[in-house]
């Protein structure tokens, strides 16, 4: 299966843990976007990243949350000290950096629980 | 003024017949529009993608632009129950990789 891969798929986190998100982009895609969807809302952009480099990070939280995507290995979205207000589903999306429309495939996104 | 908008329905079409799916947006300079759809649970899977002015068919699913007026549609031909889900309209400002803007979505019922 050659799809955007995420893991964990559920994760349940006490107020005040650290929340770690892993996305494995597209084989041949090198652009990663996180996307956050809250109970009953739309879904809203975080972050866009290159290998080793963060290109938008307007729709990041300014604390608490932070994002890489290494040279080698998944992109990951850390949140620390979570609280409830984090609980959320998260999807990543990757396209690939050739053609005319950039189409954004998504994951099957992590669902955040903040006890 | 919401980015993008998006009728939130619920919107109830019998099976067989055509939907019609509208959003607008805000930012004249979108250059790129995207339909997915979502069902329940589920992470957005993409439809069709569009950015020149008229129409783009693939199978039932027909995508209609219109800059000037900053619209985009989403037609649904010979609607299946399976088609039943929430449709969400996204533009991006440019052509380049870029952020997506999201609507609130459609949410559309198929009626057997």
């Known amino acids: 299966n050659a799809g955007v891969m995420q893991n964990p798929r559920h994760l349940v986190r006490r107020r005040g843990q650290e929340a770690r998100l892993r996305c494995s982009p597209m084989?041949?895609?090198?652009?990663v976007y996180w996307y956050r969807q809250l109970p009953e809302e739309g879904l809203k952009f975080m972050v866009y990243l290159q290998k080793e480099n963060i290109i938008d990070e307007s729709g990041m939280p300014k604390e608490r949350f932070s994002a890489e995507f290494p040279k080698e290995g998944p992109s990951i979205l850390r949140i620390q000290q979570v609280v409830r207000g984090d609980s959320a589903a998260y999807f990543c999306?990757?396209?690939?950096?050739?053609?005319?429309?950039?189409?954004?495939?998504f994951g099957p996104g992590t669902r955040l629980t903040v006890l | 003024q919401k980015e993008v908008e998006q009728n939130s329905g619920p919107l109830s079409v019998p099976e067989g017949a055509i939907a019609s799916l509208n959003c607008t947006y805000s930012d004249r300079g979108s250059q790129s529009f995207f339909w997915y759809r979502q069902y329940s649970g589920k992470s957005p899977e993409l439809i069709m993608s569009?950015?020149?002015?008229g129409d783009k068919e693939d199978g039932r699913f027909t995508a209609q632009l219109n800059k000037a007026s900053q619209y985009v549609s989403l037609l649904i031909r010979d609607s299946q129950p399976s088609d039943s889900a929430t449709y969400l309209c996204?533009?991006?400002?440019?052509?380049?990789?870029?952020?997506?803007?999201f609507g609130q979505g459609t949410r559309l019922t198929i009626n057997p």
């Open positions: 569009i950015y020149s002015n």
């Open positions: 084989k041949g895609h090198s652009h």
């Open positions: 996204a533009v991006t400002r440019e052509r380049g990789a870029q952020k997506l803007v």
């Open positions: 999306a990757s396209s690939q950096i050739a053609g005319v429309i950039y189409e954004q495939f």
